[in-house]
């Protein structure tokens, strides 16, 4: 597509339910990462997919977070029994590549999942 | 650790005054630096980015330049417009051994009256 796609663009949940976001990245970016924006804590990197596996989970803040990756594509951050904190702004960003240790591809955002946890 | 510190706002601004918005970071290794802007009701958007010293970034009249002795990579644009108003992150990105993740700041709220 032309650009990172999330769906749903917002979700109401009420506490203790799942909930699962989808980012659909540009095409051909091999690199996938989530991020959080909340008002507290401004944006906060949760996960980063190289391909289909995660070499950095740092940023999940529990368990009860998980994120997948299939076909080297679509991605899906999941929440169980979400909280009133996880509310926040779920953001997906993409990129290609590039050579090892170098930093410097750039990384597009999708328009991001409102969540509120009820 | 790696991180960003960004100034304060809001900044709130006359149309055609100039704008600095300072950013200064701490990090490990060399970093690429980026500077992001969301418009209200939007996504982030990359506005422009530098990847060594001395570079310099621009784009849409906003310019910004690495300077790795002060590590710093502040905001400029000697005009602003209404359109201008919006959140503008600061964030550094290290390579693949440090995750490649975005670091970003604070946030910037920009505010430019008619």
């Known amino acids: 597509g032309a650009g990172v796609s999330q769906s749903p663009s917002n979700k109401v949940t009420e506490k203790g339910k799942d909930v699962e976001l989808r980012c659909d990245p540009i095409s051909g970016h091999t690199a996938l990462y989530w991020y959080r924006q909340s008002l507290g804590q401004g944006l906060e990197f949760l996960i980063y997919?190289?391909?289909?596996?995660?070499?950095?989970k740092s940023g999940l803040p529990s368990d009860r977070f998980s994120a997948e990756r299939t076909g080297g594509s679509v991605s899906t951050l999941t929440i169980q029994r979400t909280q009133q904190e996880d509310s926040a702004v779920y953001l997906c960003?993409?990129?290609?590549?590039?050579?090892f240790g170098r930093g410097s591809e750039t990384q597009y955002f999708g328009p991001g999942t409102r969540l509120l946890v009820l | 650790g790696n991180s960003v510190t960004q100034m304060e706002g809001p900044v709130t601004l006359s149309e055609e005054a100039f704008l600095t918005i300072n950013c200064t970071y701490t990090?490990?290794?060399?970093?690429?630096l980026f500077w992001y802007v969301q418009y209200p009701g939007e996504g982030l958007q990359l506005l422009l980015k530098a990847t060594k010293a001395d570079d310099k970034g621009s784009n849409k009249g906003f310019e910004a330049t690495y300077r790795k002795e002060t590590t710093s990579f502040h905001l400029e644009k000697g005009s602003v417009q209404v359109s201008d108003s919006a959140v503008y992150f600061c964030a550094l990105k290290l390579g693949q051994e440090y995750g490649n993740k975005l670091v970003f700041g604070a946030g910037t709220i920009l505010r430019v009256k008619s």
């Open positions: 960003a993409s990129s290609l590549m590039g050579s």
């Open positions: 997919f190289q391909g289909n596996s995660a070499p950095d």
């Open positions: 990090a490990t290794g060399y970093p690429s």
